[in-house]
C-alpha cells in the first residue's frame, strides 16, 4: 500500500474541511492540526523505521505544504492556548517530513533539513499572527469608537433633551399660574411646550437613529406613511425598484430622509405636500425631498445636530448633501455613492 497517500490525504482533508466549513471549521481548526498531525507523524515514523524510499516524495511535499496552511490559519483564528500545543505537534509533523525519503548522513544534517522547513512553519505563523494582531487592532478601533459614541449620546441627551424637557416643565407651569387670568398667555405658553417637545423628539429620533442605521430603503414606505398621518403634510414617495443599494448607503439613505422630515415638521408646518424621490444617477444614489411649505430656512443643528451634522456623515462616505430653497420650499438633496 502506499502509506504516503495517507497523510496527504489526512492533511489536505482537514485544509479543505476547515477553509470549506469557515467558521465551524475555524471553531474545530486545532482538533484538525492535532488529527493530520499525529497521522503525519505516524507516517513519518513508518517510513523511518522500515527505511527511506522514494517516489513518494510528492504526497509529503503536499502534505507539509498543507499542514504548513493550517498552521497559518491556526495561529490568525484559534485561541492561544488551543493553537499553542497543537502548533507545536503541527510544526513537528511539517518539518520533518523529509526524513521519510532522505537519509541524512549525520544527525546535523537531518537538524538541518528539518530546520529548513521549519522556517516555512514560522514564516505561515508569522503572517496569521500579523493577520490576527490587524483584526485585534480594528476590533479594538471599533470597541473605542462605540464607547466614544456612547459618551457622546450620552452627553447629547442630557444637554439637549434634559433642557428642553426642563423648558417643556417649566412652561407647562407658567401656563397654569397665568391660565386663569390670561388665557392667551396659557396658549402661547402652550405653544412654546410644543416647540420644546418638538425639538426633544427630533433629538431623540436622531440618537436612536445613531445607535440604529436604520432599516434602510425597505422602511420608507412606512415611514412616510407615518408622517402622513400626524400632520396635514402628505407625502409622496418614488422609490426605484431595480436599485441594488449596499447595505451603509441605503441606511444613510433612510437618515436623510428622516432629517428631512423632521426639518418639514419644525420649519414648514404649512406644507401640504412632500416629495421624495430615491434613483440611481451616474454611479450615485440620488435622494430628494422637496415640500412646499415655503422658504424658510432651517435652524442649524445645535451641538453638531441637525443639517450640518447629517452633511459631514454623507461627506464623510463621499457623498454630498445640499439644501436650498425652491418652488416656493425647500429642497435637500443627497448623492451617495452605490459602490460598496
Not at 485561541?79 to 537519509?103: E, F, H
Request: some cysteine.
Amino acid at each position: 500500500m502506499n502509506i504516503g497517500i495517507v497523510g496527504a490525504a489526512a492533511a489536505v482533508t482537514a485544509l479543505a474541511w476547515v477553509v470549506v466549513g469557515r467558521r465551524r471549521g475555524r471553531a474545530h481548526l486545532p482538533a484538525a492540526v492535532v488529527l493530520a498531525s499525529m497521522v503525519s507523524l505516524v507516517v513519518t515514523l513508518s517510513f523511518v523505521s522500515s527505511g527511506p524510499r522514494g517516489g513518494e516524495d510528492l504526497y509529503g511535499l503536499v502534505e507539509s505544504l498543507s499542514l504548513i496552511a493550517l498552521l497559518g490559519l491556526m495561529a490568525r483564528w484559534s485561541p492561544v492556548r488551543q493553537a499553542v500545543p497543537a502548533g507545536a505537534l503541527g510544526g513537528v509533523a511539517a518539518s520533518t517530513w523529509l526524513l521519510r525519503y532522505v537519509m541524512p548522513a549525520s544527525p546535523l544534517e537531518a537538524i538541518g533539513m528539518c530546520a529548513f522547513w521549519a522556517l516555512g512553519v514560522m514564516a505561515a505563523v508569522a503572517v496569521g499572527a500579523y493577520l490576527r494582531s490587524l483584526d485585534t487592532r480594528r476590533a479594538r478601533a471599533v470597541r473605542d469608537e462605540r464607547a466614544a459614541q456612547r459618551l457622546r449620546l450620552a452627553r447629547d441627551l442630557h444637554d439637549f433633551v434634559a433642557h428642553d424637557v426642563s423648558e417643556m416643565v417649566a412652561q407647562a407651569q407658567a401656563g397654569q399660574v397665568v391660565g386663569v387670568g390670561d388665557p392667551a398667555q396659557a396658549l402661547a405658553a402652550l405653544q412654546r411646550v410644543e416647540q420644546a417637545g418638538l425639538r426633544a423628539m427630533a433629538t431623540l429620533d436622531r440618537t436612536v437613529l445613531d445607535l440604529h442605521a436604520g432599516p434602510g430603503l425597505e422602511g420608507l414606505a412606512e415611514l412616510a406613511a407615518r408622517f402622513s398621518s400626524a400632520g396635514r403634510a402628505r407625502v409622496g414617495l418614488r422609490v426605484d425598484d431595480r436599485l441594488d443599494v449596499p447595505e451603509e448607503t441605503a441606511a444613510m439613505a433612510y437618515r436623510v430622509v428622516v432629517e428631512a422630515l423632521t426639518n418639514v415638521r419644525r420649519h414648514a408646518p404649512e406644507a401640504t405636500l412632500v416629495e421624495v424621490a430615491v434613483r440611481a444617477e451616474g454611479g450615485m444614489l440620488v435622494v430628494s425631498v422637496d415640500d412646499d411649505g415655503g422658504g424658510v430656512a432651517p435652524e442649524e443643528g445645535r451641538g453638531g445636530f441637525g443639517l450640518p451634522s447629517l452633511t459631514a456623515q454623507v461627506e464623510a462616505m463621499g457623498g454630498r448633501l445640499r439644501a436650498a430653497a425652491a418652488r416656493g420650499g425647500w429642497t435637500l438633496v443627497a448623492r451617495l455613492p452605490l459602490a460598496p
